[in-house]
């Protein structure tokens, strides 16, 4: 335990300065002068005479506090040493740790340097090269462990009747082969009927990749059978046609456009969007000037629509390709436009786009994980018994590595609840203020 020599000054401060200075034996001091140090000096390790107290160095953190380390002089060689000051560099990296920590939350919320450098000005001002210094470092620097074999299922239900009886179908297919793991008939389908059901075809204690519709219900039943060990993907494609039913059949051009606008969030619709765009401009036009029938012009305008889209999907048919899925990057940059507008949209589309927010993570999930499918597609085809098989490749755009090492660390829990505030890693300095 290092001897503390309490004064006016540090006197309130000793129960923190004997936690600061717990790694240090018998042999060192904290003098009235704020001086760490050992009683007595060192050796010389040149000359084998024990060295003499020499004065101090300062070390100082800009708007934490400053620390005197003790220097010695050996008497013969003049050789000047001074004392190790390791507590000086945990306190500090205790408080930047907490610090970067919150710089790494709001980076993998994807706020700006720019922003964070405001917010961080009211607690530790740094500049924004710095910021992302943090975040870069602390990012590559941080192992994650090798994530142990995930085994990908899809899961759906179907509510087929039996003559007057109403029956359940649950169905599970593995996601790589696309065949059945179990497919069962059920008279009732509650909570518990579903658990059952995965927890005698699944692995409980296996990582897992599971894909379902956007039912509420799914989110606790899973986490209640697989714990942590779940990462659930709701289907995009059932996402989408979520999207086509909140609109009315007869839309108007706007509404038409809003739509692709929302279905551009995941998959590209961005020709779709620019056709659109147009006719909502000149729908303004009709409905100002009423040069022509407004109806009429929809009627009309409509149907180019469908002969457009139609186009575009036999040109697809033909190439054997599919609705080109947006990169991880570019869909957050889609729904940030379409947030930053949010006031201007009509109820529909400001509930859609908070539910999207809502359940990001779940929506967004398969971007993460190897050869992890993004729609419930492959269930829909084995019910239907079509062979159409799609895989789609994941594209990843360099650059991304530490938005997707962040949102990694999200899933590992890296962000979950902290050791230390930075309130209380603060409190280590306040013997060493400034308050100059
Ligand atoms: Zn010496």
Known sequence: MTTISLNLMNISHSDTLSKVFSGYTDDYEYTADGIFRRIKPPICLDCNIWMIHNGYNIHYKEHLGGVKVGRYLCPKCRKSLEEDFSFWEKIKSAFFGTLVKICQILRHNHVSLEEMELLLAHIYPRDGDTIQNWIKGSVQETVIPEPEEVQIVHYDEQHPKSGRNQKYRLTLLDGVTKKPIADEIHDTKNSDTVKAFLRKHLNPEQSIFIVTD???????????????????????????????????????????????????????????????????????GILNKGNEPYNDWLEKTSYLFTQFLHNRELKRRRNKENLKQRSYCSSVIKFNNLMAEFDYFEAPVRRRLLKIEEYWSNLTAFYFVDNAPATNNAIENYYSASLKTQRKSQLREPGLEIQMKLAAMKREDYFGKPKMTLLKAFYMFIPFVDWK
């Open 214 to 284: 956007l039912y509420k219900g799914y989110p606790n039943i899973f986490h209640e059978v697989f714990g942590n060990k779940v990462v659930h993907q709701f289907c995009l494609f059932h996402l989408n046609q979520l999207i086509v039913n909140d609109f009315p059949r007869n839309a108007t051009m706007n509404q038409e456009l809003m739509k692709y606008k929302l279905l551009d969030i995941f998959y590209d619709r961005s020709q779709e969007v620019q056709f659109l765009s147009r006719k909502a401009e000149e729908e303004i």
